[in-house]
């Protein structure tokens, strides 16, 4: 009989195993400098003597055949700091799938963190979370997404590719001549900069994004926030901007930034879809009406650039209604993809008011 598997902390010299394992099992690993980044680079990361990286499941030869990460982040709520953490990247091989749950033993079982995210949970993963009393995010519509078709000849394509239809690719154009009457977006971009909005777009943060974080932060104190300092957001979006998969838009009001929205690509390449998520917006005031024109600069973008679809998930109500006025379509997803645990009493309590929340996809690893 095999020797169990032991279970130990990881070292970024594992990265090679690591990245080998997820492969074998379709996802899309990151090179070593990039996976390094999300703790090397990571400003809360370096807040601490003492981090685990993640923990593997290693076989009797030393090959790892399991693999959680662990990359710590920061949220605030009621004028102070939580410190929070999310799994990132969990993959175990199919031989060793019973030892699943003492793998993510490991990463809810931390003395030093608050709150736990994950926001990248699949069907198979849901039951696994609820067993360690992780709970769903009360706000938002993560089961869901609601997107707009910006390329129609190339979604239909990808679509066929997806179904196994390549041979019916030359009539992605003629299928897609239909669709492209039901698109009913409205522009409000020009309505915006009568109001004297300015509506630009960016390629790095700089000073002004700590300046609305401060201000932010004071307005809405009452909700949960993932920190959005200057540093965490150039951590976090590093890599996507360098490589031209990020879309950093601001509105302003003569100097200062009085809303922002992050767009990133989140493309399928095996079935050759070209898709652009809504990362995040964030508003001072509750200025919710300044989303609109901001998802339409980034539409008429797409359209520009033929990538195939923008995608939003997961927003409260109030930022979800504006969504909906620009007429998306919207599709099931496989399952409820963000789940959260808290190991302290008085959060607990105050996380299960859905009002608490403003959850999108910069929460989690779910843009990382």
Avoid at 3 to 15: S, V
Avoid at 73 to 102: C, K, N, W
Avoid at 107 to 117: D, M, S, W
Avoid at 351 to 361: A, F, H, K, N, T
């Amino acid at each position: 009989m095999e020797p169990k598997p032991i279970i130990r902390e990881c070292y970024f010299e594992d990265h090679p195993q690591i990245n080998a394992l997820g492969n074998r099992y379709g996802l899309v690993g990151k090179n070593y400098e990039e996976w390094k980044h999300l703790w090397i680079g990571n400003p809360v990361y370096n807040q601490f003597d003492h981090w685990p990286i993640g923990w593997v499941l290693e076989n009797s030869n030393k090959v790892i055949v399991g693999y959680i990460g662990n990359v710590p982040l920061s949220y605030e709520f009621g004028g102070r700091q939580i410190v929070a953490t999310t799994g990132h990247a969990m993959v175990v091989d199919s031989q060793y799938r019973t030892y699943s749950l003492p793998l993510l033993s490991q990463f809810f079982n931390q003395k030093k963190v608050e709150l736990f995210t994950d926001t990248t949970v699949n069907s198979n993963a849901s039951k696994a979370h609820q067993l360690f009393k992780a709970r769903r995010v009360p706000a938002g519509e993560w089961d869901e997404s609601s997107f707009w078709i910006t390329n129609y000849e190339g979604f239909i394509a990808s679509v066929l590719d997806k179904k196994g239809l390549r041979l019916l690719k030359p009539l992605a154009y003629p299928l897609s001549l239909g669709l492209r009457l039901a698109r009913g977006i409205s522009k409000r971009t020009s309505r915006a900069t009568q109001n004297g909005i300015k509506i630009s777009s960016h390629k790095t943060f700089d000073q002004r994004f700590d300046e609305f974080w401060h201000r932010l932060r004071r307005a809405q104190h009452n909700l949960l926030l993932a920190t959005r300092s200057r540093d965490v957001l150039e951590w976090h979006f590093q890599k996507a901007l360098a490589q031209d998969r990020a879309w950093v838009l601001t509105a302003s009001d003569g100097s200062a930034i009085i809303a922002y929205a992050i767009f990133q690509r989140d493309d399928k390449a095996d079935i050759g879809l070209k898709r652009l998520r809504l990362v995040d917006f964030q508003t001072l005031n509750r200025d919710n009406e300044l989303l609109a024109p901001l998802l339409s600069w980034a539409l008429e973008q797409c359209t520009r650039e033929k990538i195939h679809m923008l995608e939003a998930i997961g927003f409260r109500p109030e930022k979800q209604r504006i969504i909906d006025e620009l007429t998306p379509r919207r599709r099931k997803l496989s399952s409820w993809l963000y789940f959260y645990k808290t190991t302290r009493k008085d959060l607990a309590e105050a996380l299960q008011d859905s009002g608490v929340w403003d959850p999108c996809c910069f929460d989690g690893d779910a843009s990382l």
